[in-house]
C-alpha cells in the first residue's frame, strides 16, 4: 500500500514498484488536519476537501497509459475526531496497464492538481506527487501448425504425432485453459496428427472450433460460444471467408485458428499476466526453454532419453 499525505507529512514511500500483471494496488490519501465546515453551512455533504489526480508518464511520449486509477476525484470528508494523527481519510486503486508491447520499464506520477477550496490552509495547495514504477512484462506466443510442429511460448520447438485431445495452455494464477483435438491426418508413410479442433475456458466464458466429427478433407468447421457472465467482453472475428477465426478473451489472451482441409494451425497469445504460470504443451512461459518439458506439478522432465514423449503423454 501507498500512502499520499495530502498535508504537512512526508510521502512515503516516495517510489512503489509494481508489474504488468493485472493487479490492483491502494493508495492511501490522509489529511494531517482537521476538515473544516464553512461559515454558516450545515450540509455535510460541503464538509470536504475535493482532491483531482492525474497521471503524467516519464519519458517515450508515444507510449501508451501506463498506469491507471480507480478514479481521477476523490473526497476527503470531515471527520469527529483526528485518530494518530489521521483527521481524515480516502482511498483510491491503481494498477499497471497490461499494454501487450515491450515498452520497457517506465515510471509514472500519480500527481495532484492545486487545490480549490474555501479555506486559506488548503485552497491553491498541492500536495507532493508519488511515483509509481512499471515493471514490463512480457507476452508471448504459442504455436502448433501444420502435423503439427509446436513452438512454445519460450521458442522451443518440438514435434507431436500423436492423437487425442492433450492439454495445450493451463493458467495457474486464474480460470484459463486451452485443450487441443489431434487426428489422423492421413499420411501413408510415416505416422503424422493434425490439429482438427480446440476448446478454450476463461471464467464463464467457454468457445470451441470443432472439425474432428467430419471426415478429412470433408469436415466443415463448427463454432460454439458459452458465456454465463454478463460483463464478458469476449471476441470473435473471421476473415478470409471464415478460414482464419480468432477468439479474443477479455484477459488479453487470444486464439486464432487458420483452417484447411486437413484440419488447423493455432496461435494462442499469453498475456503478461500468466507470466510464469503456465502449463501444457506450449511450455512455462518464463523466458526459460530449457523447462519447457514438464509433469503435471511443473516439474521439469529430466529424462534425457525420450523426455518429449514422457511430456506430450504427460498433457495428453
Given at each position: 500500500m501507498t500512502a499520499l499525505h495530502i498535508f504537512l507529512y512526508q510521502l512515503q514511500p516516495e517510489l512503489s514498484t509494481i508489474s504488468e500483471d493485472g493487479k490492483e494496488y491502494q493508495l492511501r490519501m490522509e489529511s494531517t488536519v482537521?476538515?473544516?465546515?464553512?461559515?454558516?453551512?450545515?450540509l455535510d455533504q460541503e464538509c470536504k476537501i475535493s482532491v483531482k489526480l492525474t497521471t503524467v508518464d516519464q519519458g517515450k511520449e508515444h507510449l501508451g497509459l501506463n498506469l491507471a486509477l480507480s478514479s481521477c476525484h476523490v473526497d476527503l470528508h470531515r471527520t469527529s475526531s483526528c485518530v494518530n494523527g489521521t483527521c481524515s481519510l480516502a482511498f483510491v486503486y491503481y494498477t499497471a496497464v497490461t499494454d501487450f508491447s515491450r515498452d520497457g520499464n517506465r515510471v509514472t506520477s500519480i500527481v495532484v492538481e492545486p487545490i480549490v477550496s474555501d479555506d486559506f490552509l488548503w485552497n491553491s495547495y498541492i500536495p507532493d506527487s508519488i511515483q509509481i514504477r512499471v515493471n514490463d512484462v512480457p507476452t508471448a506466443y504459442c504455436y502448433s501448425f501444420t502435423d503439427p510442429h509446436i513452438i512454445t511460448f519460450d521458442g522451443r520447438m518440438y514435434d507431436n504425432f500423436k492423437t487425442g485431445t492433450f492439454v495445450l495452455y493451463k493458467s495457474m494464477s486464474r480460470d484459463f485453459e486451452v485443450h487441443v483435438r489431434q487426428w489422423d491426418c492421413g499420411s501413408l508413410h510415416y505416422p503424422v496428427s493434425c490439429n482438427c479442433g480446440f476448446v478454450a475456458k476463461e471464467e464463464g466464458d467457454v468457445v470451441s472450433l470443432d472439425m474432428c466429427s467430419g471426415q478429412l478433407h470433408e469436415s466443415q468447421p463448427y463454432l460454439f460460444v458459452k458465456?454465463?457472465?454478463?460483463?464478458?467482453?469476449?471476441?470473435?472475428?473471421?476473415?478470409?471467408?471464415?478460414?482464419?477465426?480468432?477468439?479474443?478473451?477479455?484477459s488479453?489472451?487470444?486464439?486464432?485458428?487458420?483452417?484447411?482441409?486437413?484440419?488447423?494451425?493455432?496461435?494462442?497469445?499469453?498475456?503478461?499476466?500468466?507470466?510464469?504460470?503456465?502449463?501444457?504443451?506450449?511450455?512455462?512461459?518464463?523466458?526459460n526453454p530449457e523447462n519447457d518439458f514438464h509433469d503435471k506439478n511443473g516439474i521439469k522432465i529430466d529424462q534425457t532419453f525420450n523426455n518429449c514423449f514422457a511430456f506430450i503423454n504427460e498433457w495428453r
Open positions: 482537521p476538515i473544516v465546515c464553512p461559515e454558516f453551512s450545515d458465456s454465463h457472465d454478463v460483463t464478458s467482453n469476449i471476441k470473435i472475428s473471421e476473415s478470409y471467408l471464415g478460414r482464419k477465426v480468432t477468439v479474443w478473451f477479455s488479453g489472451a487470444f486464439i486464432r485458428a487458420d483452417l484447411s482441409e486437413w484440419g488447423m494451425s493455432l496461435t494462442i497469445r499469453a498475456p503478461s499476466l500468466d507470466y510464469r504460470n503456465t502449463l501444457g504443451l506450449c511450455g512455462t512461459f518464463d523466458e
